[in-house]
């Protein structure tokens, strides 16, 4: 049967055409008459011989393993774990620079907070000197002491918002008329001529001057003062100033004998008063220390004379 098989394979089947052993159609009419041997051989001889080195290289690596152990002491040393490849660190993002915060932005009808002003400080306070004089401060000479003895009267002080007329002198601490009887010349306003008060006066009677008309003033102590300011309104006039040392105010005329006052200005024969501020300058003998000072008015240019305020100057 192979024999028979084999001479087919080797002739056409149809035309009887001998063929070549590696030729597998006729060449007359085209006929395949035999297959082609494949070249390839089957897959499992080459299974079988990868599977061989396989094993042989897993055993040269075996032994290996086992030969170093003994070299190093008998122990077979533990397959080492393969690093674990860290994961990526997560990185922290960069803190955004802080961006510089801009002012605020006042509402249209929001005002600016005022500055604090600065505390004003305090003034110190001024102490105003006594006024010096001539001799101590004594009391009457050939009477009992005074009650003022030793002491001195405040300075002249502003009264009403306004500024002191005589500011380097003092105001008496009274004021009164020589004659206690006279009610024609304001005895209820006499106290005008000391308040400190420039707006405030006193006058002679309304109806006119017919005599003359004296106004005392009680300093507080015995001090001989070297003028007299009398700061005048109205038409101008003439006075004469006097003075006593006596315990008390005399209530006689200066002009009666032995009346108690001494004359201090050197009007001859009185000084004029005008209207304004007017500083009469006094004389007194050495050692004479009045305490009461009389301003007797003796002559009137207009219907009345006018006093806003009087003041001692040392």
Not at 21 to 50: F, M, N
Not at 142 to 157: I, V
Not at 257 to 284: C, F, H, M, Q, Y
Request: glycine fraction near 12%; charged fraction near 10%.
């Amino acid at each position: 049967m192979r024999n028979r098989q084999q001479r087919d394979e080797t002739a056409c089947a149809a035309y009887g055409t001998p063929l070549e052993p590696d030729q597998v159609a006729c060449l007359e009419c085209g006929h395949i008459t035999r297959r082609r041997r494949s070249l390839i051989p089957s897959g499992w001889p080459l299974r079988a011989g990868l599977a061989s080195t396989t094993a042989l290289l897993v055993s040269a690596c075996a032994g290996l393993g086992v030969s170093a152990a003994f070299q190093g002491g008998g122990k077979v040393p533990k397959t080492a774990a393969a690093p674990t490849t860290p994961s990526n660190p997560t990185i922290p993002p960069a803190p955004a620079p802080p961006s510089p915060s801009a002012p605020a932005t006042p509402s249209p009808g929001a005002q600016a907070p005022a500055p604090a002003k600065p505390a004003t400080p305090a003034k110190p306070a001024v102490t105003t000197p006594a006024p010096s004089h001539s001799g101590s401060v004594t009391g009457p000479s050939g009477g009992g002491g005074g009650s003022g003895g030793g002491q001195t009267t405040a300075p002249a002080q502003p009264g009403g918002g306004q500024a002191a007329p005589f500011p380097d002198g003092v105001t008496p601490d009274s004021a009164n008329l020589l004659d206690a009887g006279d009610t024609a010349d304001h005895p209820n306003k006499v106290q005008n001529v000391n308040d400190g008060d420039p707006r405030t006066t006193w006058s002679t009677a309304s109806s006119g001057f017919s005599h003359s008309v004296g106004i005392w003033l009680d300093a507080g102590s015995y001090i001989a003062y070297r003028k007299l300011g009398i700061l005048a309104k109205g038409p101008s006039y003439s006075v004469q100033i006097y003075g006593s040392n006596a315990n008390s105010a005399p209530s006689a005329p200066p002009t009666q004998a032995g009346s108690g006052w001494t004359r201090l200005d050197a009007g001859s024969p009185s000084t004029p008063v005008s209207s304004g501020k007017n500083r009469i300058p006094l004389s007194e003998a050495s050692g004479y220390q009045p305490r009461y000072y009389l301003i007797w008015i003796t002559a009137v240019s207009g219907t009345n004379a006018t006093i806003a305020e009087t003041a001692l100057i040392g």
